[in-house]
């Protein structure tokens, strides 16, 4: 069964330094998403991303944050310059078209900020 | 703005036994789509079931189930027989809209079998 799949699984990163978070959706879907969960919170969204555009975001994605699709497989998630409250696991999250169709999500990436 | 609502942060259940678990939610929408998903301590999220909103039929997936109230907005999920396997944390997600965009997540419920 197709899965969405997300690199690194563990980042740590010194405050004020770039991430890039990397994912690789479902290869037929054409929305994708970002969500958030500070340990021990509910999932959060951030953003989601259609026809190589942002289609939606929340208050959380601030200037800080971009979203990119490089190529035709991967579906990136920066942020500038981390802040210690960033520290979080990110996960990312493909659908098709259909009607029938539900976000897929993938197993996350913890970011820890020092 | 959508609101999900999960009462009971935690949650236990002896084996083979069955247990509910409560999601309310709050939206002027008509059209939507409601979901219960699992995340065990790998922390990967799996889509255990979901309900449209315009079904007055109440979604099943094998031990799962749920009981749709849309008048009074509440979605719970019922898992019968309960397994080790489920212990795991649950999320009630809404997501509005025929082609909807983003999830709205409750804070979840944290589900253990006991053996």
């Known amino acids: 069964e197709p899965e969405v799949t997300q690199t690194p699984s563990h980042q740590v990163t010194q405050m004020g330094q770039e991430v890039i978070l990397r994912c690789v959706p479902i290869?037929?879907?054409?929305?994708f998403y970002w969500y958030r969960q500070i340990l021990g919170q509910k999932v959060e969204f951030l953003v989601s991303f259609y026809n190589n555009e942002i289609s939606e975001k929340s208050e959380i994605f601030d200037d800080q944050f971009s979203v990119e699709r490089p190529d035709g497989s991967n579906f990136t998630l920066k942020i500038r310059s981390t802040k210690l409250e960033d520290s979080a696991m990110y996960f990312c999250?493909?659908?098709?078209?259909?009607?029938?169709?539900?976000?897929?999500f993938g197993p996350g990436t913890r970011l820890l900020v020092l | 703005a959508q609101t999900v609502t999960q009462s009971q942060p935690e949650m236990s259940v002896q084996e083979a036994e069955t247990v509910t678990l409560s999601c309310t939610y709050d939206t002027s929408e008509s059209n939507y789509y409601l979901f219960w998903y699992k995340q065990p301590p790998s922390r990967q999220m799996i889509l255990v079931i979901r309900?449209?909103?315009?079904?007055?039929q109440n979604a099943t997936e094998n031990r799962f189930s749920v009981n749709f109230q849309k008048a009074a907005k509440s979605f719970s999920l019922k898992i019968s027989d309960s397994q080790l396997g489920d212990t795991a944390m649950y999320f009630c997600a809404f997501m509005k809209g025929l082609l909807g965009n983003q999830f709205y997540f409750g804070t979840g419920t944290s589900l253990t079998v006991i053996p």
């Open positions: 999250a493909s659908r098709g078209t259909s009607l029938q169709e539900t976000q897929y």
């Open positions: 290869s037929n879907h054409l929305y």
């Open positions: 309900q449209e909103a315009y079904k007055q």
